[in-house]
């Protein structure tokens, strides 16, 4: 099966870069603008992964009117 890194939503491009460094920043990793291909798999997982679970929080708190 192919995958896409295409954006569902291109407007919100920029908000997931910021949310990226943000979490980054916060769980230790230690990113650049442009490519980061010699960070360990390890800490990208920690990074997508957190980025996931707060996208489901906003989301949840989105559903439930707060």
Known sequence: MA???RK??????A?????KFEIAN???V???E???GDISAR??????GNMVKRMIEQAERSMSGR
Request: aromatic share 4%; charged share 25%; hydrophobic share 35%.
């Open 15 to 19: 908000a997931l870069d910021r949310m």
């Open 8 to 13: 569902v939503v291109p407007q919100a491009s």
């Open 34 to 36: 442009g490519y980061n």
């Open 3 to 5: 995958r896409s890194n």
């Open 43 to 48: 800490d990208a997982g920690r990074v997508g």
């Open 26 to 28: 916060e769980v230790g």
């Open 30 to 32: 230690n990113l650049k």
